[in-house]
């Protein structure tokens, strides 16, 4: 049998329990590093999942604390378009993936892990990118750890703010 090691998936499993909501908090931390943000601008931010679907796995969320996609006023619908059209391509231009996942769930019943804040996900794929490991082993193989993946993109959202 063949052994998988990730001991530093452990700081993540094992680790504090955040209290709050993230993409309110995260945005203002003084560490954005350390909060996985990548870019806070004015309607929205842009931060690493830190239990990712594949490796690069973004998530754009409006700076106000919203679940209802329609409450979004007009301003800041725009300035979350743009938002993510950009993680989209910094995404699509650093991991070269051969497709992506663009989408979001509201609410807790459509797979919202946080479902009062409302956010899309940005996920790269590539074929073949899913195999036994999580149907079985439930466990996900990710190449790179969290903190090179937030090393590779912060200098591409540098730019925004």
Do not use: Q
Not at 41 to 52: A, C, Q, R, T
Not at 77 to 84: C, D, H, I, K, P
């Amino acid at each position: 049998m063949d052994v998988l090691w990730a001991p530093w998936r452990m700081v993540h499993i094992g680790g504090p329990k955040f209290e709050g909501c993230i993409f309110c908090e995260h945005p203002l931390a003084p560490a954005p590093r350390e909060a996985l943000v990548l870019a806070a601008v004015e309607h929205g931010s842009v931060m690493l999942n830190k239990f990712p679907y594949a490796n690069g796995h973004v998530m754009v969320s409006p700076r106000r604390h919203v679940a209802d996609f329609a409450a979004l006023t007009a301003a800041e619908y725009a300035g979350l378009g743009e938002l993510l059209r950009t993680a989209v391509e910094v995404v699509g231009s650093e991991f070269r993936p051969e497709g992506l996942n663009v989408g979001m769930n509201l609410g807790s019943a459509a797979g919202a892990g946080i479902a009062d804040h409302m956010h899309w996900h940005v996920v790269p794929r590539w074929v073949g990118d899913t195999n036994f490991m999580p149907l079985i082993g439930e466990v996900r193989v990710m190449p790179e750890h969290l903190e090179a993946v937030y090393d590779r993109l912060r200098p591409r959202f540098d730019a925004l703010g």
